[in-house]
């Protein structure tokens, strides 16, 4: 047992580059902080870029990227959901987001953010992700990142020496518009650098880039004007989660998992709704009734007949979970949840309410319509919420200036609440009026 965990420790050392005792040694490796904040960053970031995609239904991703109905391809989509909110890893789990691409009636599918009643670019598909998004993922940040956080944010250095022979896994690649993590950094004998890893997200979607040489690397960032930054507190990177179902990275194994074809909650299996919001159960052929149970007990039980959405309005906050029942066949399970979300404003005080009876509050936001947030070192646009902020119910802020006749500016206030199922935001409130 020792032996293996010993094992299980070095393997991922190896694949990064570092060097490991050619003596037999039995007593368990302890992989310091900072190294364990690298490899957590390169699993995350190889779930993105390794993730196995395969629609239903023609999907498209953004304007420039279409995947084909029934068709294998790798790497999360590219789509920026940052006016919704849904960027995968951050705020929706990758079970949800597989969940929902296989149910060809999922709001994945139906729904195109790219039009009214939305206002984003980049994007079409519900759920998705971006550069900034899948570093921030990857580095374990609580507020999900614009790629102009990178170069002004004070948890990022600029290294010293920026060439391949200053670089280490994790780093951050940055230019203006875009970022991407360094995976992978292979010292040869002597101490030259060789091979080079990196991960980046692309209207393509999320993909691993090698670069074969040092020399290929500066060529690189100089032709594109990269400059390379290292986040200081790689120790906090404490979290991973292997999303063993759907994709295997480093050292993993995948797990048998099977989809539930005969129920589904529209935004996928274990999905987050807030208080208001109508959620769609869509059900197979070859049941009577949907049963539907909150917080463990029977809620409602419903007949299908022709209709195979079921239609739920006005759901009080609580834990849900619903199958489909023909005599004594009986489905598995499609779970979701209500969030209570109340947030107000005091723009005379320059205040913040929150609360949520079932939701952590996370961090808040101040952004336009279609939540672009732009960077500026002497203004405060996201930060997170302290745990006096939490227990107090309120945060004090610095207020937004007043939108521009061109109407720049970023007016919007949204509080992030999470659960154990992701994150959901308020309906955005304007701080004007």
């Given at each position: 047992m020792i032996?293996?965990?010993?094992?299980?420790?070095?393997f991922p050392?190896m694949?990064l580059?570092?060097?490991?005792?050619a003596q037999?040694d039995?007593?368990p490796?302890?992989?310091?902080s900072?190294?364990?904040?690298?490899?957590n960053?390169?699993?995350?970031?190889?779930?993105?870029?390794?993730?196995?995609?395969?629609?239903i239904?023609?999907l498209?991703?953004?304007?420039?990227?279409?995947?084909?109905?029934k068709?294998?391809a790798r790497?999360l989509?590219?789509s920026s959901?940052?006016?919704i909110?849904?960027?995968v890893?951050?705020?929706?789990?990758?079970h949800?987001?597989?969940?929902?691409?296989?149910?060809?009636?999922?709001?994945?599918?139906s729904e195109?953010?790219?039009?009214?009643?939305?206002h984003g670019s980049?994007?079409?598909?519900?759920?998705?992700?971006?550069?900034?998004?899948?570093?921030?993922?990857?580095l374990g940040?609580?507020?999900?990142q614009?790629?102009?956080?990178?170069?002004?944010a004070d948890?990022m250095?600029?290294?010293?020496d920026?060439s391949?022979t200053?670089i280490?896994?994790?780093?951050v690649?940055?230019?203006?518009?875009?970022?991407?993590l360094?995976?992978?950094v292979e010292?040869?004998?002597?101490?030259?650098?060789?091979?080079?890893e990196?991960c980046?997200?692309?209207k393509s979607?999320?993909?691993?880039?090698?670069?074969?040489?040092g020399?290929?690397?500066?060529k690189m960032i100089?032709q594109?004007?990269?400059?390379?930054?290292?986040y200081k507190?790689?120790y906090?990177?404490?979290t991973y989660?292997?999303?063993?179902?759907?994709v295997?990275?480093?050292?993993e194994?995948l797990?048998p998992f099977v989809?539930?074809?005969?129920i589904?909650?529209?935004?996928g299996?274990k999905?987050?709704?807030?208080t208001g919001?109508?959620?769609?159960?869509?059900?197979?052929k070859?049941y009577d009734v949907v049963?539907?149970?909150k917080d463990s007990k029977?809620y409602?039980?419903?007949?299908i007949?022709?209709?195979?959405d079921?239609?739920?309005?006005?759901?009080?906050y609580g834990?849900?979970?619903?199958?489909v029942?023909?005599?004594e066949k009986k489905?598995?399970?499609t779970y979701?949840?209500?969030?209570?979300?109340?947030?107000?404003?005091?723009?005379k005080?320059?205040?913040?309410?929150?609360?949520?009876s079932n939701?952590?509050?996370?961090?808040?936001?101040?952004c336009?319509?279609?939540g672009?947030?732009?960077?500026?070192?002497?203004?405060?646009?996201a930060?997170e919420?302290?745990?006096k902020?939490?227990?107090?119910?309120?945060?004090?802020?610095?207020a937004?200036r007043?939108p521009?006749?061109?109407?720049?500016?970023c007016?919007?206030?949204?509080?992030h609440?999470?659960?154990?199922?992701?994150?959901v935001i308020?309906?955005?409130?304007n701080?004007?009026?």
């Amino acid at each position: 047992m020792i032996k293996r965990l010993f094992f299980l420790l070095a393997f991922p050392l190896m694949m990064l580059g570092f060097k490991t005792t050619a003596q037999v040694d039995r007593t368990p490796k302890v992989v310091d902080s900072v190294e364990l904040g690298r490899l957590n960053a390169v699993k995350k970031a190889h779930q993105m870029t390794d993730l196995p995609i395969y629609p239903i239904l023609t999907l498209q991703a953004n304007k420039h990227k279409t995947y084909e109905a029934k068709k294998n391809a790798r790497g999360l989509i590219y789509s920026s959901t940052r006016e919704i909110n849904n960027f995968v890893g951050q705020d929706v789990s990758f079970h949800t987001f597989m969940t929902a691409l296989h149910n060809p009636r999922s709001l994945l599918y139906s729904e195109k953010i790219d039009m009214p009643p939305y206002h984003g670019s980049n994007c079409r598909a519900y759920y998705g992700t971006v550069c900034s998004s899948l570093v921030t993922y990857a580095l374990g940040l609580k507020i999900t990142q614009r790629s102009a956080d990178i170069p002004v944010a004070d948890y990022m250095e600029l290294i010293n020496d920026q060439s391949a022979t200053g670089i280490c896994v994790a780093d951050v690649l940055w230019r203006d518009g875009h970022v991407a993590l360094i995976t992978d950094v292979e010292k040869k004998r002597g101490g030259s650098i060789g091979r080079i890893e990196y991960c980046e997200a692309v209207k393509s979607g999320c993909r691993r880039r090698v670069l074969e040489s040092g020399e290929e690397f500066n060529k690189m960032i100089s032709q594109r004007k990269m400059r390379i930054y290292r986040y200081k507190y790689l120790y906090q990177n404490t979290t991973y989660t292997p999303v063993c179902e759907f994709v295997a990275v480093e050292g993993e194994k995948l797990a048998p998992f099977v989809y539930n074809d005969d129920i589904c909650a529209n935004k996928g299996d274990k999905s987050c709704y807030v208080t208001g919001e109508i959620v769609i159960l869509n059900v197979a052929k070859g049941y009577d009734v949907v049963e539907i149970f909150k917080d463990s007990k029977l809620y409602k039980t419903i007949s299908i007949g022709k209709q195979l959405d079921i239609i739920l309005k006005d759901l009080p906050y609580g834990d849900y979970r619903a199958r489909v029942v023909n005599g004594e066949k009986k489905s598995d399970y499609t779970y979701w949840k209500v969030i209570d979300v109340n947030v107000r404003i005091d723009n005379k005080n320059c205040i913040i309410y929150f609360g949520s009876s079932n939701a952590k509050p996370v961090y808040y936001e101040f952004c336009n319509i279609s939540g672009d947030r732009p960077t500026n070192k002497n203004r405060i646009y996201a930060a997170e919420l302290t745990g006096k902020d939490i227990q107090s119910g309120y945060v004090r802020v610095k207020a937004p200036r007043k939108p521009t006749k061109d109407k720049k500016g970023c007016p919007y206030v949204k509080i992030h609440f999470g659960c154990e199922y992701g994150r959901v935001i308020n309906k955005p409130i304007n701080w004007f009026e």
